[in-house]
C-alpha cells in the first residue's frame, strides 16, 4: 500500500492499495495498520465504521465536529465521488488549504482526513457508496456543518447538485463557523 502525504492539507494522507485483478474481479485491501502506523497514526485509534450509499448529484457537507474534532478515513467503495476537504485549524501551516480529490471503486484509495477538517463529497455516479472509519464515537451535539456554496471557498463542485440534507442546504458561512468557533 503506497501512502502519500497532501500537500494542501497538513497531516492528511492517500492510502492507495494495490487491487489484484483477474476474470472474477478484484481484490483490495482497504485497511492496512502497518500502512497506517507508517504515516505515523495510530491504527487502533478508530472506533466506528459507517457507510453512505448517495444517487448521482447528492452533495453531503460540508461537515466537521466541534470540540477535539474527528480524524477520518473515507474511501469510496463503490461509485465515484469528487471529495473535498477544507483545514480549519488555526495553528495548521495550511489553515483554509483546500484539498479535492476523486476517489472511486477502481482505485480504492483511502484518504485520511485530520481532526479539525472541514469534510464533503458529491457523488458522480447513479450509487455511491462512501465507507468512513472515524477516531471516536459520533455525537450529534457537536455537528457542525459549513454552507456547501460559501463564496469564500469557492468550491468548483461538478454537477448541479440535485439532493442534499435540510441541515446542509441550511448551514451556515464559513465566516459564521470560524465567529463561533472563536468565541
Request: with cysteine; charged share 25%.
Amino acid at each position: 500500500m503506497k501512502v502519500t502525504e497532501v500537500p494542501a492539507i497538513a497531516g492528511a494522507f492517500l492510502f492507495e492499495p494495490t487491487p489484484h485483478s483477474d476474470e472474477r474481479g478484484f481484490f483490495s485491501r482497504t485497511f492496512d495498520a502497518d500502512a497506517v502506523r507508517s504515516a505515523g497514526l495510530d491504527p487502533h485509534a478508530f472506533v466506528q465504521d459507517s457507510l453512505s450509499r448517495s444517487i448521482r448529484g447528492v452533495l453531503r457537507g460540508l461537515h466537521l465536529r466541534s470540540g477535539a474534532g474527528e480524524a477520518k478515513l473515507v474511501r469510496c467503495s463503490y461509485g465515484r465521488i469528487f471529495d473535498v476537504v477544507v483545514d480549519l485549524r488555526p495553528d495548521s501551516p495550511t489553515y483554509l488549504g483546500q484539498g479535492f480529490f476523486e476517489l472511486s471503486d477502481e482505485a480504492q484509495t483511502t484518504l485520511y482526513v485530520p481532526a479539525g477538517c472541514a469534510h464533503g463529497f458529491q457523488a458522480l455516479t447513479s450509487i455511491a457508496d462512501v465507507s468512513y472509519r472515524i477516531d471516536r464515537p459520533h455525537d450529534p451535539a457537536e455537528d457542525v456543518t459549513i454552507a456547501f456554496d460559501d463564496p469564500d471557498l469557492a468550491i468548483p463542485w461538478p454537477l448541479p447538485v440535485q439532493s442534499m440534507s435540510a441541515r446542509d442546504r441550511q448551514a451556515p458561512s464559513l465566516a459564521d463557523v470560524l465567529k463561533h468557533k472563536e468565541s
